[in-house]
């Protein structure tokens, strides 16, 4: 039948999760581990020793293994060793070669086996034994099987159902200083029970969890140098506790713990015999203790430390600590609390009063009714306070009456942590004026501060107001009362408008050097809020508004409010929305060994923003938007860096942006950098997206060089030949022109022999439409000198001769023919049709290459040879002549209308 199973389904699950866990969670080992001489050989189901160790080893873990009993032929190898723990094994016995085998052996951890039986020769051997741990066997002791043990010094049989505290019957172990004895199963500590301990040191005795019911006299007196004994969870009873005190009369002991002992109760006589020790420390915790008897403790006038945390105690009165003169310490925290059955705790007026040497007070996480004005009183030697966490109705609204009963303590430390504070009303702390340190972290605190809530603190070095709500104002007073003030803490505290004030309220505090705004939403500030601050060391402004204050943009500039702080060591700025650091925002912070701007939205930095941080170590910039590391921005706050930490970055992994850095990294040995392998990932090129920074390859940058000379020659030759275009565009005449005389000038006008020129009477018979003749005779006959002779139709035909006779004449005559073409030329029937035929006839017939055109008009190739039977084409370039639009340019056309002329006339090949 499955059903009734059912519900013991999960505890065995669970149980199997955990029996699983613990393997599974550890990667399990599969060899032992050495290392300086320890061999960790725990945990691998070994039945012996491995046989492969070092020779040299001194220690070696064999716990949690399958032992059956102590290996001593595997031993044989390592006779070095001086700690061997076989804990938690299956060992039933103990023999003597153990220690004949490692006769140095110091210490021996024999604990959670199976021993029974131990005899006197069963560790006869181990005289060098120091420490010895049997604890959790089944011990059963013939004879004296410790006698030889001369060097012990700690012994523990905890856990064995020993029935008798008695290890032995003769005194011995003459070293022995700590003996456990806890979790056995004897109720009676008999007068001789410690007498083999008689010639003994014993200092520490730990019983705990042994049930004594019967403690027979003089049973403490063989070890009365005992000075600690621990009885915690040992069930005995308000009645044999003061038995025992009775019999640790007359002993040395100093310390004596009796937690979770079921103490409800105290009375007057608890302690009664304790009156004549020493003790000094008394710890009382966890007993469930409601009432504590008028005078319980007035026996203890040398206890120091009296710790009564964890209880439940509902009323401290007058005569409560009656006695504790030498008190220095008390500890009561979680001692006075309200549950749902109780009532509030009550401290009475002056129940204090007798502690008049008690320098620190702790009522952490207490709960009491009220505060009087006499609470505290007579706490003459108070040095420290410690309310935190509690509850005190009267702490809500602090005024001057709150804290009045502590005018008489020379109080430093104040801890007001977690009170449930609302108002802090003028003086509250005026009677403190040795105070130097006030915590009111984590209160509700909602008001202006104007300065008079700090009067009478003229010794205060901090003041920590953190997590307050953020509802807590400044004004320009708030800290004039308090100019000693080296650390103030208004984390996640400050109303938004809290620092937006013309007057900073902390100009007055030249010996600050520890300001925390951070987590506070602040947006706006003055550039004069830290002026002053020549101390301030470690400024906290993370997790605030701060961006618009260093944008550019920002309407009179950025506000450069870090420029006072010339002694800044620690700067913290993350998550401040910033995605600009302005050219001198961080100007002459030299000083500076710790930046912190993680969490931003920043992107590219300007060059030389850090430059004056040449102290800087640490550095954090993870979180942002950086995609380039140029040596611009970081050579200098890299040069002495400590640690680094740029993660999470989209890095562009690009030579210009990237090569620097990860050149930078690899050669790094000073710095370190936390997740370089798997946290600095490159965001762009495509190429290298999502891959370690560390995979990309400098070596790919080394051949920019070549490249970016082609490129600069290349992109230099694209530029000269776009200017070179150009200029021949619109001066390309020009430049001909003076190359034209340049070259005559060097050359000689003509490539013509001199002879072809002596054949001819004329340089150029000149053909023109009738309209042109007077352009002709302005532009062309004006030319004309005794090297250069045109002839015109008009003035030069041969006399006696017809007209057509003479012009054929002439056209022989002369060396070239140079029409000048207009649209009315094209359109003359006698010009083109008998003119231009017969010389052009006269030029093929001569084989003359002899004509020459002068456009005055820009007329079309086809119309030209329509009438004319010429193609431009058909000529030498340096023949086809324009007349220029440009007067300027007619110099040039001359020119070039004398080397048309003077070009010889024989054909081309
Ligand atoms: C043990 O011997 C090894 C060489 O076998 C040596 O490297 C090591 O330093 C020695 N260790 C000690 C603690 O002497
Ligand atoms: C105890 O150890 C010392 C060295 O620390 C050694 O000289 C001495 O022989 C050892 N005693 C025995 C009995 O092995
Ligand atoms: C307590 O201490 C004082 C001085 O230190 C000493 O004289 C006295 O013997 C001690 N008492 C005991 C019981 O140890
Ligand atoms: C605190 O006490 C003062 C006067 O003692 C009073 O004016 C003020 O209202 C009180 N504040 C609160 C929050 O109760
Ligand atoms: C003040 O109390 C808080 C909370 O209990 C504690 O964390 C802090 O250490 C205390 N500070 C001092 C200076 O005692
Ligand atoms: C501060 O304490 C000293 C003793 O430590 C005392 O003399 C002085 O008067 C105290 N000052 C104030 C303002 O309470
Ligand atoms: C500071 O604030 C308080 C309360 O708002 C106000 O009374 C006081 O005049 C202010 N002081 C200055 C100097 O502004
Ligand atoms: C500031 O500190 C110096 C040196 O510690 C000290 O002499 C001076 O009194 C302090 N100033 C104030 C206003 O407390």
């Given at each position: 039948?499955?059903?009734?199973?059912?519900?013991?389904?999960?505890?065995?699950?669970?149980?199997?999760?955990?029996?699983?866990?613990?393997?599974?969670?550890?990667?399990?080992?599969?060899?032992?581990?050495?290392?300086?001489?320890?061999?960790?050989?725990?945990?691998?189901?070994?039945?012996?020793?491995?046989?492969?160790?070092?020779?040299?080893?001194?220690?070696?873990?064999?716990?949690?293994?399958?032992?059956?009993?102590?290996?001593?032929?595997?031993?044989?190898?390592?006779?070095?060793?001086?700690?061997?723990?076989?804990?938690?094994?299956?060992?039933?016995?103990?023999?003597?070669?153990?220690?004949?085998?490692?006769?140095?052996?110091?210490?021996?951890?024999?604990?959670?086996?199976?021993?029974?039986?131990?005899?006197?020769?069963?560790?006869?051997?181990?005289?060098?034994?120091?420490?010895?741990?049997?604890?959790?066997?089944?011990?059963?002791?013939?004879?004296?099987?410790?006698?030889?043990?001369?060097?012990?010094?700690?012994?523990?049989?905890?856990?064995?159902?020993?029935?008798?505290?008695?290890?032995?019957?003769?005194?011995?172990?003459?070293?022995?200083?700590?003996?456990?004895?806890?979790?056995?199963?004897?109720?009676?500590?008999?007068?001789?029970?410690?007498?083999?301990?008689?010639?003994?040191?014993?200092?520490?005795?730990?019983?705990?969890?042994?049930?004594?019911?019967?403690?027979?006299?003089?049973?403490?007196?063989?070890?009365?140098?005992?000075?600690?004994?621990?009885?915690?969870?040992?069930?005995?009873?308000?009645?044999?506790?003061?038995?025992?005190?009775?019999?640790?009369?007359?002993?040395?002991?100093?310390?004596?713990?009796?937690?979770?002992?079921?103490?409800?109760?105290?009375?007057?006589?608890?302690?009664?015999?304790?009156?004549?020790?020493?003790?000094?420390?008394?710890?009382?915790?966890?007993?469930?203790?409601?009432?504590?008897?008028?005078?319980?403790?007035?026996?203890?006038?040398?206890?120091?430390?009296?710790?009564?945390?964890?209880?439940?105690?509902?009323?401290?009165?007058?005569?409560?600590?009656?006695?504790?003169?030498?008190?220095?310490?008390?500890?009561?925290?979680?001692?006075?609390?309200?549950?749902?059955?109780?009532?509030?705790?009550?401290?009475?007026?002056?129940?204090?009063?007798?502690?008049?040497?008690?320098?620190?007070?702790?009522?952490?996480?207490?709960?009491?009714?009220?505060?009087?004005?006499?609470?505290?009183?007579?706490?003459?030697?108070?040095?420290?306070?410690?309310?935190?966490?509690?509850?005190?109705?009267?702490?809500?609204?602090?005024?001057?009456?709150?804290?009045?009963?502590?005018?008489?303590?020379?109080?430093?430390?104040?801890?007001?942590?977690?009170?449930?504070?609302?108002?802090?009303?003028?003086?509250?702390?005026?009677?403190?004026?040795?105070?130097?340190?006030?915590?009111?972290?984590?209160?509700?605190?909602?008001?202006?501060?104007?300065?008079?809530?700090?009067?009478?603190?003229?010794?205060?070095?901090?003041?920590?107001?953190?997590?307050?709500?953020?509802?807590?104002?400044?004004?320009?007073?708030?800290?004039?009362?308090?100019?000693?003030?080296?650390?103030?803490?208004?984390?996640?505290?400050?109303?938004?408008?809290?620092?937006?004030?013309?007057?900073?309220?902390?100009?007055?505090?030249?010996?600050?050097?520890?300001?925390?705004?951070?987590?506070?939403?602040?947006?706006?500030?003055?550039?004069?809020?830290?002026?002053?601050?020549?101390?301030?060391?470690?400024?906290?402004?993370?997790?605030?508004?701060?961006?618009?204050?260093?944008?550019?943009?920002?309407?009179?500039?950025?506000?450069?409010?870090?420029?006072?702080?010339?002694?800044?060591?620690?700067?913290?700025?993350?998550?401040?929305?910033?995605?600009?650091?302005?050219?001198?925002?961080?100007?002459?912070?030299?000083?500076?060994?710790?930046?912190?701007?993680?969490?931003?939205?920043?992107?590219?930095?300007?060059?030389?923003?850090?430059?004056?941080?040449?102290?800087?170590?640490?550095?954090?910039?993870?979180?942002?938007?950086?995609?380039?590391?140029?040596?611009?921005?970081?050579?200098?706050?890299?040069?002495?860096?400590?640690?680094?930490?740029?993660?999470?970055?989209?890095?562009?992994?690009?030579?210009?942006?990237?090569?620097?850095?990860?050149?930078?990294?690899?050669?790094?040995?000073?710095?370190?950098?936390?997740?370089?392998?798997?946290?600095?990932?490159?965001?762009?090129?495509?190429?290298?997206?999502?891959?370690?920074?560390?995979?990309?390859?400098?070596?790919?940058?080394?051949?920019?060089?070549?490249?970016?000379?082609?490129?600069?020659?290349?992109?230099?030759?694209?530029?000269?030949?776009?200017?070179?275009?150009?200029?021949?565009?619109?001066?390309?005449?020009?430049?001909?022109?003076?190359?034209?005389?340049?070259?005559?000038?060097?050359?000689?006008?003509?490539?013509?022999?001199?002879?072809?020129?002596?054949?001819?009477?004329?340089?150029?018979?000149v053909i023109h439409a009738a309209e042109d003749a007077s352009w002709v005779?302005?532009r062309i006959?004006?030319?004309?000198?005794?090297?250069?002779?045109?002839?015109?139709?008009?003035?030069?035909?041969?006399?006696?001769?017809?007209?057509?006779?003479?012009?054929?004449?002439?056209?022989?005559?002369?060396?070239?023919?140079l029409f000048v073409i207009t649209e009315r030329l094209l359109r003359d029937?006698?010009c083109t049709?008998?003119t231009a035929?017969?010389?052009?006839?006269?030029?093929?017939?001569?084989?003359?290459?002899?004509?020459?055109l002068v456009f005055l008009q820009d007329v079309h190739?086809?119309k030209l040879?329509?009438s004319l039977?010429l193609?431009?084409?058909?000529?030498?370039?340096?023949?086809?002549l324009n007349w220029?639009v440009?007067?300027?340019?007619?110099?040039?056309?001359?020119?070039?209308?004398?080397?048309?002329?003077?070009?010889?006339?024989?054909?081309?090949?």
């Amino acid at each position: 039948m499955g059903i009734p199973h059912f519900p013991f389904l999960p505890a065995v699950i669970i149980l199997c999760y955990f029996m699983l866990g613990h393997c599974v969670a550890s990667p399990k080992k599969t060899s032992c581990t050495v290392q300086d001489g320890r061999a960790d050989c725990s945990r691998l189901s070994l039945q012996a020793v491995p046989p492969d160790l070092p020779r040299n080893i001194t220690s070696l873990d064999m716990s949690h293994n399958r032992l059956v009993g102590i290996p001593t032929p595997s031993l044989t190898p390592y006779q070095g060793l001086l700690h061997l723990n076989v804990g938690f094994n299956s060992i039933t016995r103990l023999d003597q070669g153990l220690c004949q085998t490692l006769s140095l052996l110091q210490t021996l951890n024999v604990e959670h086996n199976e021993v029974h039986v131990l005899e006197t020769g069963d560790i006869i051997h181990c005289t060098n034994l120091t420490g010895l741990n049997l604890g959790s066997n089944r011990l059963k002791l013939k004879g004296e099987p410790f006698l030889v043990l001369q060097s012990l010094k700690f012994l523990d049989v905890s856990q064995n159902k020993l029935l008798a505290a008695k290890l032995g019957s003769q005194p011995q172990l003459p070293s022995l200083e700590n003996l456990n004895l806890a979790l056995n199963i004897f109720t009676t500590l008999k007068k001789d029970d410690f007498f083999f301990l008689n010639d003994s040191s014993l200092q520490f005795l730990n019983l705990s969890s042994v049930s004594l019911k019967t403690l027979e006299p003089g049973c403490f007196e063989p070890i009365s140098g005992l000075h600690t004994l621990i009885m915690d969870k040992s069930n005995m009873g308000t009645l044999v506790i003061s038995k025992l005190c009775s019999q640790l009369s007359g002993t040395a002991i100093n310390a004596l713990s009796l937690q979770k002992m079921k103490l409800v109760t105290l009375t007057k006589t608890t302690f009664t015999g304790l009156e004549k020790t020493n003790l000094t420390s008394l710890d009382l915790s966890s007993n469930g203790m409601g009432k504590i008897e008028n005078g319980s403790f007035q026996w203890l006038s040398r206890l120091l430390t009296l710790i009564l945390a964890d209880n439940n105690i509902k009323h401290l009165t007058k005569g409560t600590f009656e006695g504790l003169k030498s008190l220095k310490k008390l500890s009561l925290s979680k001692a006075l609390v309200k549950s749902h059955t109780s009532s509030t705790p009550i401290i009475d007026d002056f129940s204090f009063q007798p502690l008049s040497a008690l320098e620190s007070l702790i009522l952490q996480r207490t709960s009491v009714r009220d505060l009087t004005e006499n609470t505290f009183t007579g706490l003459t030697s108070l040095k420290e306070l410690d309310m935190s966490w509690s509850s005190y109705s009267s702490l809500k609204n602090l005024t001057k009456k709150t804290l009045a009963s502590l005018a008489g303590s020379p109080l430093r430390v104040l801890n007001l942590t977690a009170t449930a504070i609302v108002q802090i009303n003028p003086g509250a702390f005026c009677n403190l004026g040795n105070l130097t340190t006030l915590l009111l972290d984590f209160n509700f605190i909602k008001q202006t501060l104007t300065g008079k809530e700090f009067e009478g603190l003229g010794q205060i070095q901090e003041i920590h107001i953190s997590n307050n709500r953020q509802s807590v104002n400044l004004n320009s007073t708030s800290f004039v009362n308090v100019p000693s003030l080296r650390v103030l803490t208004l984390g996640k505290s400050l109303t938004v408008s809290a620092l937006d004030k013309d007057l900073s309220p902390f100009r007055s505090l030249s010996n600050l050097t520890f300001l925390d705004l951070s987590n506070n939403n602040i947006a706006n500030m003055r550039e004069n809020l830290l002026d002053g601050l020549v101390n301030l060391k470690v400024l906290k402004l993370q997790h605030n508004n701060l961006a618009r204050l260093w944008k550019s943009a920002n309407p009179g500039g950025p506000v450069l409010f870090l420029k006072g702080t010339q002694s800044l060591l620690s700067l913290q700025l993350d998550s401040n929305g910033l995605d600009e650091i302005p050219v001198e925002g961080l100007k002459g912070l030299s000083n500076l060994h710790d930046l912190s701007v993680a969490n931003n939205l920043l992107n590219s930095l300007k060059d030389s923003i850090f430059d004056d941080l040449n102290s800087l170590k640490v550095l954090r910039l993870q979180k942002n938007f950086i995609t380039t590391v140029r040596p611009e921005v970081f050579k200098t706050p890299m040069s002495n860096l400590s640690v680094l930490v740029m993660d999470k970055n989209p890095f562009d992994c690009t030579c210009e942006s990237i090569l620097w850095f990860v050149t930078w990294l690899n050669n790094t040995n000073t710095t370190s950098v936390p997740g370089l392998s798997d946290q600095y990932k490159c965001n762009t090129p495509l190429a290298y997206f999502n891959r370690s920074i560390m995979d990309f390859d400098t070596l790919s940058c080394k051949d920019m060089a070549p490249f970016q000379a082609l490129y600069i020659l290349s992109s230099t030759v694209v530029i000269m030949l776009i200017v070179s275009a150009l200029l021949v565009r619109f001066h390309g005449w020009r430049i001909q022109f003076y190359w034209n005389i340049v070259i005559n000038r060097t050359l000689g006008f003509s490539d013509a022999t001199v002879e072809e020129g002596r054949e001819f009477e004329y340089d150029a018979y000149v053909i023109h439409a009738a309209e042109d003749a007077s352009w002709v005779g302005k532009r062309i006959a004006s030319l004309g000198n005794e090297n250069c002779k045109f002839c015109l139709e008009d003035q030069d035909s041969v006399p006696g001769m017809s007209q057509l006779e003479s012009i054929l004449e002439n056209i022989r005559k002369s060396r070239k023919i140079l029409f000048v073409i207009t649209e009315r030329l094209l359109r003359d029937p006698w010009c083109t049709r008998f003119t231009a035929h017969h010389a052009l006839h006269q030029v093929i017939e001569d084989s003359r290459d002899s004509v020459i055109l002068v456009f005055l008009q820009d007329v079309h190739d086809y119309k030209l040879s329509q009438s004319l039977f010429l193609r431009r084409g058909m000529l030498r370039p340096c023949c086809i002549l324009n007349w220029p639009v440009h007067k300027e340019r007619v110099p040039a056309f001359h020119q070039k209308l004398l080397i048309a002329l003077s070009m010889t006339n024989r054909l081309q090949q």
